[in-house]
T-cell receptor, first 114, second 115 residues
Framework: AQSVAQPEDQVNVAEGNPLTVKCTYS??????LFWYVQYPNRGLQFLLK??????LVKGSYGFEAEFNKSQTSFHLKKPSALVSDSALYFC????????????FGKGTRLHILP | EAQVTQNPRYLITVTGKKLTVTCSQN?????MSWYRQDPGLGLRQIYY???????DKGDVPEGYKVSRKEKRNFPLILESPSPNQTSLYFC??????????????FGDGTRLSIL
């Protein structure tokens, strides 16, 4: 069965420092991987995705993510954090060989400290 | 503007009183889905629809009904709501279930409280 894990419920980072939000996955075939962000009182917004090709994917608001097949990970990164990056982040996976039910992680709350 | 619209945004009601949460998208998307979001559990899929008149159960369908009579609308129905259905609900859509590399567009959520 496919699954996705976000091992940290919360991540605290000082403004200006690099940030990483971790995500690992398990699928039977090749994965489609996504990151979404949720701001207070809003729905999820798409940040970036990995389908195939270059393992480093660039997305919105300066975020990027690195696909690592051997470690089955898709960590979200940003070189320099902003206070406005504080939000709830969700990793999601779709197994290419299954039906179209996407699976979301439980979310990681990112706090950027001024 | 491309969007997914949910109504109402907030609702407080009582056990057993039927309610409907509407969802509408203006992007001509084939795929639509309902999720509930609970603390510590993340997003869990309730029902999804690959196209008009085609619906399927997600991971937590018990106590919910959906319909997809038109492409743009995907209402969520709670026939006899119970307190354990108190949650934050999201509707989402994407271009097509076949093209599953496409991201989903989410509504702003409906916060339901069942007393």
């Amino acid at each position: 069965a496919q699954s996705v894990a976000q091992p940290e419920d919360q991540v605290n980072v000082a403004e200006g420092n690099p940030l990483t939000v971790k995500c690992t996955y398990s699928v039977s075939g090749n994965p489609y991987l996504f990151w979404y962000v949720q701001y207070p009182n809003r729905g999820l917004q798409f940040l970036l995705k990995y389908i195939t090709g270059d393992n480093l994917v660039k997305g919105s608001y300066g975020f990027e993510a690195e696909f690592n097949k051997s470690q089955t990970s898709f960590h979200l990164k940003k070189p320099s954090a902003l206070v406005s990056d504080s939000a709830l982040y969700f990793c999601a996976v779709r197994d290419v060989f299954r039906d179209d039910k996407i699976i979301f992680g439980k979310g990681t709350r990112l706090h950027i400290l001024p | 503007e491309a969007q997914v619209t949910q109504n109402p945004r907030y609702l407080i009601t009582v056990t057993g009183k039927k309610l409907t949460v509407t969802c509408s998208q203006n992007m001509n998307h084939e795929y639509m889905s309902w999720y509930r979001q609970d603390p510590g559990l993340g997003l869990r899929q309730i029902y999804y629809s690959m196209n008009v008149e085609v619906t399927d159960k997600g991971d937590v369908p018990e106590g919910y009904k959906v319909s997809r009579k038109e492409k743009r609308n995907f209402p969520l129905i709670l026939e006899s709501p119970s307190p354990n259905q108190t949650s934050l609900y999201f509707c989402a859509s994407s271009i097509s279930g076949q093209y599953s590399n496409q991201p989903q567009h989410f509504g702003d959520g409906t916060r339901l409280s069942i007393l």
